[in-house]
Structure formats: C-alpha cells, structure tokens
Nanobody
Framework: VQLQASGGGLVQAGGSLRLSCAAS????????MGWFRQAPGKEREFVAS????????FYADSVKGRFTISRDNAKNAVSLQMNSLKPDDTAVYYC?????????????????WGQGTQVTVSS
C-alpha cells in the first residue's frame, strides 16, 4: 500500500482544515487507518484511527470533539477533518495503514506510512 497525504497548510487559530490520504492497492478496505502527527522537537503522537469498515473510531484526548476521521473504501481514501484548530496542533501530519481490521494508537503497529503534510496554526 502506498499512501499520499495532502491538504495541509497555514490557518489561523479557530479555523479548519481537511486532510486527505489517498491509498493505492486493491486491498485498502482490509486495512485499519490512522493519523499521527509530529511537532518540531517532539515525538510522533497518535491523533485518530478508524477500523476497516469505518464504524469504529478512536481519538487522542487532545483532539476529541474537534477532529473527525472518516474513510471511503470505494475511493481508497481516508480523511481527517480538523476544526477549532489551535497553535498546539501545528505539526507534520502522517497517515498510516495497519494490516488489521482494528485501529491502534501505537505507531509501531502500523505497516505503511505516507510522506506527511505540514499543518501550521497561527495564533
């Protein structure tokens, strides 16, 4: 599976962005998907995950209620809608695929990674 993340950019605090991740391959629907982020000088951290069919989602406490992860298996795509953005959300965001029907908050459990897209939130 090859992953291509897009949709990052510069936004003011309180604004919104929608990240997209396009996946190649015919078996996309058998992968759980996740979004992670890494800010300068910090470790990569979990943001959100979604199971293979899109009915089970999980969020980091820091984004719960503001971010929404979704997927469209017919289009081989997963998205992250980010609302009420804060300067602390500034990071490079990565999408990842896990050879499992269930998502995980552990980056080591994901098998494929996209190249990352920069999100910058100004105060």
């Amino acid at each position: 599976v090859q992953l291509q993340a897009s949709g990052g950019g510069l936004v003011q605090a309180g604004g919104s962005l929608r990240l997209s991740c396009a996946a190649s391959g015919r078996t996309f629907s058998s992968y759980a998907m996740g979004w992670f982020r890494q800010a300068p000088g910090k470790e990569r951290e979990f943001v959100a995950s979604i199971n293979w069919i899109g009915v089970s989602t999980f969020y980091a406490d820091s984004v719960k209620g503001r971010f929404t992860i979704s997927r469209d298996n017919a289009k081989n795509a997963v998205s992250l809608q980010m609302n009420s953005l804060k300067p602390d959300d500034t990071a490079v965001y990565y999408c990842a695929a896990r050879r499992s029907y269930s998502g995980s908050l552990y980056s080591s459990s994901y098998d494929y990674w996209g190249q990352g897209t920069q999100v910058t939130v100004s105060s």
